[in-house]
C-alpha cells in the first residue's frame, strides 16, 4: 500500500486554487494552459484508480461530485468507479450519495490510511495532505508542474515546514506542464 499526493502545482511551489473554483484574483492558473492541459489521466495513475481508493476532503470532494459523473470518458468511468474516502465534519452519509462509491471517512485520515490495504491517492484536498504529511505516511508526491509563477497562494512545502528528502522517480513533459513523480526514500 502506497500513499499518493497528486496536485497541480505553479513552478514556485502554489497549489491553490489551479481551477478558479475558490474565486481567488490568482486562480485557475493551471486551466488557462486549455482543458487539454488538464483532462485525462495527466498524473499516470492507470491501475492505481481501478484498484485503489481516493481520500478527498470535503471541498474537493464536493466540487469533483458536480464535475465527473456527467462526464463520459475512460478517465471519467475510472474516476466515477473507484471508490472514495471522504474527510468531512461536515457532510452526512447521505449527502455522499451524489457521487457513485463515495463513503464518510470514519475517524482520522491517518489511521484510515494506516488501516488501508489498497494504494491510496489523495488530490488537491490540501488539509488532508497536510495531516498526512505531518504524520509522514505519504510514499509518493506526482506533481503536474505548471510553467507559471505567482509568487503568492498556498504551498505544498510551506517554507516554514519540515525538511524532507526526496527521491525523483521520473520527469516527463506532458502538455504545457511537466509530470514530476517524487517519492521518499525506502526506509
Request: hydrophobic share 45%; net charge neutral.
Amino acid at each position: 500500500m502506497s500513499v499518493i499526493v497528486i496536485e497541480f502545482i505553479t513552478l514556485d511551489g502554489i497549489v491553490s486554487d489551479p481551477d478558479g473554483s475558490a474565486g481567488t484574483p490568482s486562480g485557475g492558473w493551471a486551466f488557462r494552459y486549455g482543458p487539454e492541459a488538464v483532462a485525462g489521466d495527466k498524473f499516470r495513475l492507470g491501475r492505481t484508480l481501478d484498484e485503489g481508493v481516493l481520500l478527498l476532503g470535503r471541498a474537493t470532494w464536493q466540487l469533483f461530485s458536480r464535475l465527473w459523473p456527467g462526464r463520459d470518458d475512460p478517465f471519467a468511468a475510472r474516476m466515477n468507479a473507484v471508490p472514495k474516502l471522504v474527510a468531512s465534519r461536515t457532510l452526512t452519509d447521505a449527502g455522499t450519495a451524489a457521487w457513485a462509491n463515495s463513503r464518510l471517512l470514519d475517524g482520522d485520515p491517518v489511521d484510515a490510511v494506516k488501516r488501508e490495504s489498497r494504494d491510496v491517492v489523495v488530490t488537491g484536498s490540501l488539509s488532508v495532505v497536510d495531516r498526512l504529511m505531518a504524520a509522514d505516511v505519504v510514499d509518493e508526491y506526482r506533481l503536474l508542474t505548471f510553467p507559471t509563477v505567482l509568487g503568492t497562494g498556498r504551498r505544498l512545502f510551506p517554507a516554514d515546514g519540515p525538511h524532507r528528502e526526496l527521491e525523483c522517480l521520473a520527469a516527463e513533459r506532458v502538455g504545457a506542464a511537466v509530470l514530476i513523480r517524487y517519492r521518499r526514500p525506502t526506509r
